[in-house]
Structure formats: C-alpha cells, structure tokens
C-alpha cells in the first residue's frame, strides 16, 4: 500500500526558509524510474506544480520558483525534504507530495497536504 | 508557465453528464497525450481519475472518461451521482519535466 504523509511547521515567519519533509512507504526511490513531486494550494486556489526529485538524484523545478526551492531526498528514510527560501504570505498553502510512478506522466498517489501560513 | 483555462462552475442533475473542458496550449495540452484528471473534495487531497488523457486507474467508475481535440481535453462524467459533486482539476506535462495544472471547476450535482 503507497502513502505518502507531509511535515512540516503551520506556520512560518515572512522572509524565513520553509523546510517540508515527504514520508513515504510501499514503494521505493531507488527503484528505477520513480520519482517524487511537490504541488502546492493556496486555500481557494488552483494547484501549482513545484518540483520533482527521481531514482538516479535528477532534480526539476518550477521555472518561477526555481531560484527559491531545493528537493532532496533520503533514500534510506524513504524521505523527500523540500526547502523554500524567503517566504512570503503569498507562499500560503496546502503543500502536498505526490508520486510519479516508474513510466508514467501523472501523479497516482498524493498526501493529505500540510497547511503552512506564512505571517509575523 | 500559464495555468490551464478550465470552467469555473458547471453543473447537471443526477443521471445526466457534464463536460468540463481545459485549454491549453500547443506547449503543453496540444503537444503531449499526458493530460490527468483529478478529483478533490473538500479538505482532501487530489485523487487521480483519468491520465494519459482517456485512462482510468482501476477503481475509478467508467462514469468518468477524458478525450482530447487540438489544445483543449475534456473530462466527461456520465450518470452523475451526488459523490461526484467536488472539483475537478486537469494537469498537462509542459516539456522539460514540468507540470500545469488548471485554474479548477467546480461540479455540482443539482
């Protein structure tokens, strides 16, 4: 059975780095193939791709956000870390992660998302 | 990249079928079969229900089909139900190992 559960804090101060952690089990990132994504929603809003980290370490980002996120990952674990730099109120939202399984183009499996506010 | 243009409301009562269609462009919609689908109600995470434009995962009711014309998809739920009432998400793969979602619509089974 694939789940995946977010951590990370509620709340974070503007211009401070958010650092989210993605646990997962049923599957493995040293499979080849596998790959893990973040997606995040502002409340209301529509969804937003942020990044991807695969089997072999490649990683991908969001072409406007590239400059604030890096994914990591911890194989043994079964971890995915992502870290947002400067974060504004803007940054609101349900973080979710999410799994792209081995030859595929979607996510199959999601977790139940964690809600960071960003306020002072 | 620019969101996805998807029908903020559409509605049906039940037994009927809705379309709920989702506008791309030729970098993403158009240019690749790897359009998804996703359901959410609310205060819970997206469920997949169709990809690769017209796939169902197993367990998701053949009520649920998904096409594709030129730059736009489209999501089709036939004989609705009122659990299908929620909102409804497309995502497109944009090239270089990136994603877009759609602005969301909302379905509500009268």
């Known amino acids: 059975q694939v789940t995946l559960k977010e951590s990370g804090p509620a709340l974070v101060n503007p211009t401070q780095t958010l650092t989210l952690t993605c646990t997962f089990s049923g599957f493995s990132l040293s499979t080849s193939g596998m790959r893990v994504s973040w997606i995040r929603q502002p409340p209301g809003k529509a969804l937003e791709w942020l990044a991807r980290i695969d089997w072999d370490d490649d990683k991908f980002y969001s072409t406007s956000l590239k400059t604030r996120l890096t994914i990591s990952k911890d194989t043994s674990k079964n971890q995915v870390v992502l870290t947002m730099t400067n974060m504004d109120p803007v940054d609101t939202a349900t973080y979710y992660c999410?799994?792209?399984?081995?030859?595929?183009?979607?996510?199959?499996?999601w977790g139940q998302g964690t809600l960071v506010t960003v306020s002072s | 990249q620019s969101a996805l243009t998807q029908p903020r409301s559409v509605s049906g009562s039940p037994g009927q079928s809705v379309t709920i269609s989702c506008t791309g462009t030729?970098?993403?919609?158009?240019?690749?079969?790897?359009v998804s689908w996703y359901q959410q109600h609310p205060g819970k995470a997206p469920k997949l229900m169709i990809y690769?434009?017209?796939k169902r995962p197993s367990g998701v009711p053949d009520r649920f089909s998904g096409s594709k014309s030129g730059n736009t998809a489209s999501l089709t739920v036939s004989g609705l139900q009122a659990e299908d009432e929620a909102d409804y998400y497309c995502c497109s793969y944009a090239g270089s190992y990136t994603w877009v979602f759609g602005g969301g619509t909302k379905l509500t089974v009268l």
């Open positions: 030729s970098s993403d919609v158009g240019g690749y079969n790897y």
């Open positions: 690769d434009v017209n």
């Open positions: 999410a799994r792209i399984g081995v030859g595929t183009i979607h996510f199959d499996y």
